[in-house]
């Protein structure tokens, strides 16, 4: 009886720890150290170390100014990218966590969508073509699916 406790607890355990969302990140930073409040105000602006704020999600966010941080501690969901902060084109079309450029976004309907942009492939410019009624809810879907891996 005795083991079949500590199986369950084991069980258990590993799937309450194997639960957590994947975040893209680079050094514990969010959007390479973008500012999300800033992109609801018109643009991707490099945050600073002096205004930092590490969120329940356990990513770290930099910003601008006092001013954005409180923003963004008055109302973080409001102000967190999209699908992790990976590539919304190819969360929709491929399932792919794809790290993004963080200077090409997205504010669609009080949401921050970030996108994969080198060279000649601009994925935002896909993303705005092949139209984002029709993607959006693929990303989402996809999103569910990929989002704990």
């Known amino acids: 009886m005795k083991q079949i406790a500590i199986l369950t607890t084991i069980f258990f355990t590993s799937i309450l720890s194997g639960q957590k969302i ?10 390479e150290g973008y500012d ?6 018109g643009g991707a602006k490099e945050g600073s170390s002096n205004y930092q704020f590490k969120h329940s999600n356990g990513l770290n966010y930099r ?6 941080l ?3 501690k008055e ?3 409001k102000y967190l990218p999209k699908y992790g902060g990976y590539c919304a084109y190819a969360m ?5 966590k794809v790290t993004p450029d963080p200077e090409t976004f997205e504010i669609r ?3 921050l969508f970030v996108f994969y942009n080198s060279w000649t492939n601009n994925t935002l410019k896909s993303w705005l073509k092949e139209s984002p009624k029709v993607l959006k809810p693929k990303a ?5 699916k990929v989002k704990f891996k």
């Open 22 to 31: 994947d975040y893209n990140q680079k050094k514990g930073l969010a959007l």
């Open 36 to 41: 999300v409040v800033a992109y609801f105000e």
């Open 63 to 68: 910003f601008v100014s006092q001013k954005n």
């Open 70 to 72: 409180d923003t963004f």
């Open 75 to 77: 109302n973080p969901k």
């Open 92 to 96: 929709a079309t491929a399932a792919k």
């Open 109 to 111: 309907n009080g949401e």
């Open 140 to 144: 989402d879907a996809n999103w569910e």
